[in-house]
């Protein structure tokens, strides 16, 4: 049916459009090709609808509403002003290196089994180099991004100048590490030393989960009976080309030397990808990918050097105060009248007023963010954190999307059993020894009986014929439901030695005896493993598995086996797995089968009670899973038998018929019992996560992992609070079905987003803007079996598209690109190493810990920066507006105010230890900035450094330095000669007082700072006096010591500073009575 539905205008009837989604069948749905595929001009046309008029009218979903906006973009000279010569640059840079360093064409490849001669083609070495420079561009690249900075571009400028003397004015390698047992490339399974035939491998430096992955060796070179007959046959294995997709693999083996020639499909269970670690035996693999074709590096991208949006914003400008400087030196000259050489007084102009763009600028600020990265690994409140990157501190205080991992970040990866409700009665952690009585005495009438009846298999009811009749029903539920949960699984028993004796003697001893001590079990999934050891703690333990039988352990030690005919793996299509045994002793052929309640409700006998308990679980948090069991006669199970293996050699939708198959016996099967289970969050994430979201940052939760479980975690977890909906994106493939799903999400309202990475894929593929200006209206959003290049990409799309910046979070080496591709990047260490943390601009221990690290230090370091890079720049302008008001006394001449060493001194010892107090400023408690995180909305709006700030010092710098020179021309006529000493001393008191008016919160060492910094200038006005002198020294212009001793020269100094400050401080008081800033509201 599907393949003759026609993607045509829908109508706007809300019921024909469910009736789209739910009439066909998910399998079809994926397969069928729609009529659009072979339209895509017609699609070019179909606009997405984004707003709500377009569901009032009765037109189609494609011809709604015009085409999304497009923004204006500048042409011409002003698109080369504004950027474009960068971007010529760099296009003309990236020609070349592509000139250079062509890509070689990936393609698909035949890898002969030890036949190298037979290779058509040369690959690339497997080594992974993973250094930034090399030595032919570390000279260079070093030097870009230092000068890239118009500031340190100007300051080199400046100093170059004072080499001629007309314009002087005064003063790389590869490294190897041990592998271990880490796969060095990307291989193909061939043999084990496993007896099952198969392995386990970590991945959680590739996907980021520390479940363990089951992987299947080629069966054809699995049964040789020899290592060494690997290179006595003629076979190959044929690979697809390299990609990115480390979920899925598609090749195919082949032996020529057979009769007949055999042919053995490859799937990801085939695979061994490079950094993934073997988890049990030793594996014999052929190569297929190597070096930079090998998934976990294609996986991986360059790193980039970070630069904040703060120093972003003070290169803009200075970018102003350049153009400032060039202005006020042009019109000097052309006061001047252009008179002699004046293209030379031009540029002694722009050197005397230099002083706008300080050099003390990059100087305090990079001192600056030393000591808060200082702070940061100081805070006893979060130990163990590490600043790795330290120009980067101020950005903690402007984030506004936050992208986590899951797995290891959010959660510790820790299944703990919570719940079984068996329909009638719950038990929960504090009644498990209910349970466990259940078990035994159930166990114990089975070994009484057996001993008389060789031929009973279930409990006997006659015993305790004392106890109540719904007591004796509870107890056999109890035993059926804990037998089916012991063997519904792929959990697989290891045993680990302590003598140090080899892998086969190892086993072959724990064969006999299944001890306790050292037993651990490995899966893929961490669920089956928190059942199974659940399980063990009730009494009933899996022992021993191995591809066709497993055995159970009771709590009077009687071992029972269980042959495995069947086993239907999980899939996120199914949502279900099952296992048929068959009872050694009996015979009786059970299938079991456990999965999602929306998957297992259609399928088990009815009940009115399922879907509620399930509700009531997922609200707990709790993962649930729904076990249902179904009997089978020997002719049942035959039938099924020779239909599925028929299925299974079928070339055509083999998937399909396999499916079909199976679902047959999915009917009316008895529901046993409903499962919760709890992944444990790390300390303190959920009030962290409402923390977050209350000071207005949108989490988006990218991993690995399942929908399912992706979703259950950010339900648990209250990444999506209690009172929101959670939209699940449908699986789409194809460009008209993404049209359709983005259509419906568009309805919803205030709801949390959950799509998969294959989803996401297509609908960038075709409506980037679309999808993501409508997944940043969502409070939150999960992407689930994501990529590590996929979670890098995300990052990008939304430092694109919305322009603001970006944090990401995570622990493990997939998390990597996502870490160095955001705007800050956070890595915790945990389970998966520490290559995140390594790697990240920030390590902290704990998630919890990244709230004081946003709230405070984030706050603290751009406000502090801020205000420091502010009154530098201020202590610039108003030293520059005393030259140029000098300047035009003296006819504009180009010669300086101030002696070489006063304007060392002005920057350094006089003023720098004040400003740089102001590192120590704060103007919100930590506890304040904890209990009312709403103040941190505020950062991000960037108003503590702006041009409307900036302009405001501006004028503060010119009121000031005008007083400051024209009250000291005014009040010391008769005595000039002590203009220097006069104008000097009042701009140092002025600044100094200036520090007083921008502190918010005095610290003890302010005050040392203040004082020390107003002794060392009263000191050197006693030893120094040639150098306040006007002029040069040689023309016998000294400060007279007495001059300064006398109350008119004290009384007039104060009387300039006092009218140069007072006003400002009078504002100041005004502004705060009348129009308070939002965290004194909270103070007061």
């Not at 104008?983 to 502190?999: D, G, K, N, P, Y």
Request: contains cysteine; aromatic residues 10%.
């Amino acid at each position: 049916m599907a393949d003759h539905i026609p993607l045509h205008p829908v109508p706007r009837s809300t019921q024909r459009r469910a009736a789209y989604y739910t009439s066909v069948p998910a399998a079809q749905r994926h397969n069928r090709r729609y009529q659009v595929e072979d339209e895509s001009s017609l699609l070019d046309e179909m606009p997405l609808m984004m707003s709500e008029e377009g569901f009032e009218n009765d037109e189609s979903d494609y011809h709604t509403l015009p085409r999304a906006r497009v923004s204006h973009r500048k042409t011409g000279l002003e698109w080369f002003i504004c950027g474009g010569w960068k971007f010529l640059c760099a296009s003309c840079c990236d020609w070349l290196i592509n000139i250079c360093r062509r890509k070689k064409e990936l393609k698909a490849r035949t890898v002969w089994l030890g036949c190298p001669e037979k290779c058509e083609e040369k690959y690339p070495r497997n080594a992974i180099k993973n250094q930034k420079y090399n030595i032919f561009t570390f000279i260079p690249g070093v030097l870009y991004e230092q000068f890239k900075f118009f500031l340190n571009l100007y300051f080199l400028i400046v100093s170059c100048s004072q080499f001629v003397p007309a314009l002087k004015i005064g003063y790389l390698y590869t490294y190897w590490a041990p592998l271990n047992q880490r796969i060095p490339s990307d291989m193909v399974f061939l043999r084990t030393s496993e007896k099952t035939g198969s392995c386990f491998i970590r991945t959680d430096q590739l996907d980021g989960e520390t479940d363990w992955k089951l992987k299947v060796a080629v069966s054809c070179t699995q049964r040789l009976p020899a290592l060494g007959d690997l290179f006595s046959i003629s076979a190959y294995v044929y690979a697809q080309k390299p990609q990115l997709d480390i979920h899925s693999f598609e090749g195919t083996f082949t032996r020529e030397d057979s009769d007949p020639t055999v042919h053995e499909s490859l799937s990801i269970e085939n695979t061994l990808w490079a950094s993934t670690v073997v988890a049990s035996g030793t594996v014999i693999g052929v190569v297929i990918y190597s070096g930079k074709e090998t998934r976990s590096v294609m996986n991986t991208s360059n790193p980039k050097n970070k630069v904040g949006l703060l120093d972003l914003e003070l290169n803009q400008l200075t970018k102003a105060l350049f153009l400032a400087l060039v202005a006020l030196s042009i019109v000097m000259v052309t006061l001047q009248g252009f008179v002699g050489p004046w293209y030379r007084n031009l540029f002694r102009f722009l050197l005397l007023f230099s002083y706008i763009i300080p050099i003390s600028l990059r100087v305090n600020l990079d001192m600056g963010k030393a000591a808060y990265g200082w702070m940061i690994m100081k805070d006893d409140n979060i130990p163990g954190t590490v600043v790795r990157t330290s120009t980067i501190p101020e950005e903690l205080g402007r984030l506004v999307y936050l992208l986590t991992d899951k797995t290891g970040t959010l959660t510790q990866n820790e299944m703990i059993f919570k719940r079984l409700h068996l329909g009638t009665v719950s038990y929960g952690t504090d009644t498990m020894d209910e349970i466990q009585n259940h078990i035994i005495n159930s166990y114990s009438q089975m070994h009484s009986q057996s001993s008389g009846n060789s031929t009973s298999s279930t409990p006997s009811r006659k015993v305790q014929s004392s106890a109540p009749k719904v007591r004796k029903t509870v107890s056999s539920r109890i035993h059926e439901a804990v037998k089916a949960i012991a063997l519904c699984h792929n959990v697989t028993p290891v045993y680990e030695s302590h003598a140090g004796v080899t892998g086969e003697t190892e086993y072959a001893e724990v064969d006999q005896n299944f001890s306790d001590e050292n037993r651990t079990y490995q899966a893929s999934s961490p669920d089956e493993v928190a059942l199974v050891q659940w399980t063990e703690s009730v009494g009933l333990t899996l022992v021993n598995r191995d591809l066709t039988s497993m055995q159970l352990k009771t709590p009077g030690g009687q071992i029972l086996t269980y042959y495995i005919l069947q086993v239907f793996p999980f899939t996120s299509e199914s949502k279900r797995m099952g296992i048929i045994v068959r009872d050694e002793s009996t015979g009786e052929i059970t299938f079991y089968m456990k999965g999602a309640d929306v998957a297992m409700s259609t399928i088990v006998q009815y009940n009115d009670w399922l879907e509620e308990e399930c509700g009531n679980m997922a609200r707990e948090g709790l993962r649930t899973l729904v076990v249902a069991k179904k009997s089978l006669t020997e002719e049942q199970y035959q039938d099924f038998e020779n239909r599925y293996n028929q299925a299974k050699l079928s070339i055509h939708d083999r998937t399909l018929k396999v499916a079909a198959v199976v679902e047959s016996l999915e009917r009316e099967m008895e529901l046993l019992c409903l499962t919760g289970v709890e992944d444990q969050l790390q300390a303190d994430v959920r009030p962290t996560l409402e923390m977050l979201r209350n000071a207005g940052i949108k989490i988006w939760m990218l991993t690995g992992d399942k929908l399912e479980t992706a979703t259950c975690i950010a339900k648990s977890s209250h990444l999506v609070s209690r009172t929101q909906d959670i939209h699940i994106f449908r699986p789409v493939i194809s460009r008209g079905e993404a049209h359709l799903e983005l259509n419906a999400f568009r309805r919803k309202h205030d709801c949390a987003l959950v799509i998969s990475g294959d989803s996401l894929e297509v609908c960038l593929k075709y409506y980037e803007h679309e999808f993501v200006e409508l997944a940043c209206q969502c409070p939150a959003v999960v992407c689930c079996r994501c990529s590590p290049t996929q979670k890098a990409h995300i990052v990008k799309l939304l430092q694109h598209h919305t322009g603001k910046r970006t944090c990401a979070i995570g622990d493990g080496g997939n998390d990597v690109s996502m870490i160095q591709a955001a705007d800050c990047g956070i890595g915790i260490e945990g389970k998966e190493g520490k290559q995140a943390s390594l790697a990240a601009d920030f390590s902290i221990t704990q998630f919890k810990h990244i709230g004081r690290l946003l709230m405070v230090h984030g706050r603290n370091s751009y406000k502090r920066s801020a205000a420091l890079g502010q009154f530098v720049m201020h202590r610039g302008l108003i030293i520059s507006t005393m030259q140029a008001v000098f300047s035009s006394v003296f006819y504009f001449a180009s010669i300086p105010l101030y002696q070489g060493f006063l304007m060392v001194g002005y920057a350094t010892i006089y003023t720098m230890f004040p400003v740089f107090s102001l590192v120590l400023d704060q103007d919100v408690k930590p506890e304040m900035a904890l209990l009312y995180p709403e103040l941190y909305k505020d950062l991000t709006k960037g108003r503590s450094l702006s041009f409307k700030t900036f302009l405001i010092w501006v004028l503060i710098s010119i009121y000031q330095g005008g007083i400051l020179m024209y009250g000291a021309l005014l009040l010391f006529e008769s005595e000039f000669v002590h203009v220097v000493a006069i104008s000097f001393t009042a701009l140092i008191l002025t600044e100094l007082l200036m520090v007083a008016l921008t502190i918010r919160t005095w610290h003890w060492l302010m005050v040392v700072a203040e004082f020390f910094s107003l002794g060392c200038y009263v000191a050197s006005l006693a030893f120094l006096n040639e150098y306040f002198g006007i002029g040069r020294v040689s023309f016998g212009a000294f400060l007279d010591v007495a001059f300064i001793m006398t109350v008119t020269f004290l009384w007039k100094v104060s009387a300039i500073t006092v009218v140069s400050c007072l006003p400002l401080y009078i504002l100041k008081y005004l502004k705060r009575k009348f129009s308070p800033p939002s965290y004194s509201k909270l103070t007061s």
